[in-house]
């Protein structure tokens, strides 16, 4: 099969009345599209569905970063424009913060932000694509944005600075149930199905349940400027995995039982801890690309959202499912008008 190379490759044509603007009533009342990878067949069912496809034994792995309220508005000091929005990327030290502002062309070096009257910051560095380094009146930024802060949504679900969702729906929604540590500016979606009742269900049924832990950054988003995927470099993200979790992977694996990632997110951080002598446990970083080609050493199945065009995130699905068979589950979705990307369907990779 020819190996797919060019960022063209992973376009396609999507309604934009199927881009999910808000979460269903319930999380499980979501579609999810399973994937037969050996069948090359394809089912429509609910997520509530899903524990007819595991038995006991199987290992279903969750990624528990916790996002941080990372989205915020200031005022430049002196300025009678309007309010500017900042989403803070990466804490690079106590009180010193990098973050992405729009628009970015208003916050010049120098300039002092008004978040709120007892929050402030001055604008130390600058750099390109609207990044900036804000330096603090405070190094307890973590929680003054928990208290001002909003949900990081992407942009394609539209809110406005005022939008009562962003402090009811989308501060409970726009986080799993089983979300612990903090550190995430995207949430894994792949998780916003799952109930308390859906994982306590899963646990009677002997399913082990393990988790991860990888804070979302802007290397899940990024995108790819280039014409030939194999020239995108991604960009760092960090993670963690216990040595609880590792033992009983390792352990799963050679007992051959299958493993279920639940999220790319939990993918890349799986097959980057993975050595000769089975998954290594620890504090690490990476910046693993997956595209098709790329040979899976311990996810033996995947349950991901539908992703955007042109993205790292459709590439990795592709890797995983085929990619004639991802781009056919694809076309289905749209036809069958699936909810697509972070508060939209999902999708079972078997």
Same mark, same amino acid.
């Given at each position: 099969?020819?190996?797919?190379?060019?960022?063209?490759?992973?376009?396609?044509?999507?309604?934009?009345?199927?881009?999910?603007?808000?979460?269903?009533?319930?999380?499980?009342?979501?579609?999810?599209?399973?994937?037969?990878?050996?069948?090359?067949?394809?089912?429509?069912?609910?997520?509530?569905?899903?524990?007819?496809?595991?038995?006991?034994?199987?290992?279903?792995?969750?990624?528990?970063?916790?996002?941080?309220?990372?989205?915020?508005?200031?005022?430049?000091?002196?300025?009678?424009?309007?309010?500017?929005?900042?989403?803070?990327?990466?804490?690079?030290?106590?009180?010193?913060?990098?973050?992405?502002?729009?628009?970015?062309?208003?916050?010049?070096?120098?300039?002092?932000?008004?978040?709120?009257?007892?929050?402030?910051?001055?604008?130390?560095?600058?750099?390109?694509? &609207?990044?900036?380094?804000? @330096?603090?009146?405070?190094? $307890?930024?973590?929680? /003054?944005?928990? =208290? #001002?802060? +909003?949900?990081? *949504?992407?942009?394609?679900?539209?809110?406005?600075?005022?939008?009562?969702?962003?402090?009811?729906?989308?501060?409970?929604?726009?986080?799993?149930?089983?979300?612990?540590?903090?550190?995430?500016?995207?949430?894994?979606?792949? &998780?916003?199905?799952?109930? @308390?009742?859906?994982?306590? $269900?899963?646990?009677? /049924?002997?399913? =082990? #349940?393990? +988790?991860?832990? *990888?804070?979302?950054?802007?290397?899940?988003?990024?995108?790819?400027?280039?014409?030939?995927?194999?020239?995108?470099?991604?960009?760092?993200?960090?993670?963690?995995?216990?040595?609880?979790?590792?033992?009983?992977?390792?352990?799963?694996?050679?007992?051959?039982?299958?493993?279920?990632?639940?999220?790319?997110?939990?993918?890349?951080?799986?097959?980057?801890?993975?050595?000769?002598?089975?998954?290594?446990?620890?504090?690490?970083?990476?910046?693993?690309?997956?595209?098709?080609?790329?040979?899976?050493?311990?996810?033996?199945?995947?349950?991901?959202?539908?992703?955007?065009?042109?993205?790292?995130?459709?590439?990795?699905?592709?890797?995983?499912?085929?990619?004639?068979?991802?781009?056919?589950?694809?076309?289905?979705?749209?036809?069958?008008?699936?909810?697509?990307?972070?508060?939209?369907?999902?999708?079972?990779?078997?």
């Amino acid at each position: 099969m020819t190996q797919r190379i060019l960022i063209s490759d992973y376009d396609f044509e999507l309604p934009a009345e199927l881009i999910a603007q808000q979460p269903l009533p319930n999380r499980d009342d979501s579609r999810m599209m399973v994937v037969w990878r050996n069948g090359q067949k394809i089912e429509h069912r609910h997520f509530k569905d899903i524990l007819e496809y595991f038995t006991q034994g199987d290992v279903l792995v969750l990624n528990d970063s916790r996002v941080i309220p990372a989205r915020a508005w200031a005022y430049i000091k002196g300025s009678q424009g309007k309010a500017i929005e900042f989403l803070f990327v990466k804490e690079l030290k106590p009180g010193v913060w990098e973050v992405l502002c729009r628009p970015a062309r208003k916050v010049k070096e120098g300039e002092v932000l008004i978040f709120d009257s007892q929050f402030v910051a001055r604008v130390a560095a600058r750099s390109q694509l &609207g990044h900036r380094v804000l @330096e603090f009146n405070t190094t $307890e930024v973590r929680e /003054k944005l928990k =208290e #001002i802060g +909003t949900p990081p *949504l992407p942009p394609y679900i539209k809110r406005k600075k005022d939008d009562p969702r962003l402090k009811t729906i989308d501060l409970e929604r726009y986080q799993t149930v089983y979300a612990s540590k903090d550190g995430s500016i995207a949430a894994p979606t792949a &998780g916003l199905h799952f109930t @308390e009742n859906t994982l306590a $269900e899963l646990k009677k /049924k002997g399913v =082990e #349940i393990l +988790t991860v832990t *990888l804070d979302v950054g802007l290397a899940t988003f990024q995108p790819v400027r280039v014409e030939k995927v194999t020239e995108h470099r991604m960009l760092e993200e960090s993670f963690y995995i216990s040595e609880k979790t590792a033992a009983a992977i390792n352990r799963a694996k050679k007992e051959g039982r299958r493993i279920t990632a639940v999220g790319t997110t939990v993918v890349r951080t799986l097959e980057s801890a993975w050595t000769e002598n089975g998954l290594v446990p620890g504090q690490n970083s990476t910046s693993l690309f997956i595209y098709p080609g790329y040979q899976f050493k311990v996810v033996d199945r995947l349950l991901t959202n539908f992703h955007l065009p042109r993205s790292t995130l459709l590439m990795l699905v592709s890797a995983f499912g085929g990619y004639d068979l991802i781009r056919q589950a694809y076309r289905e979705a749209v036809r069958q008008r699936y909810r697509f990307f972070s508060y939209g369907d999902c999708m079972l990779i078997l």
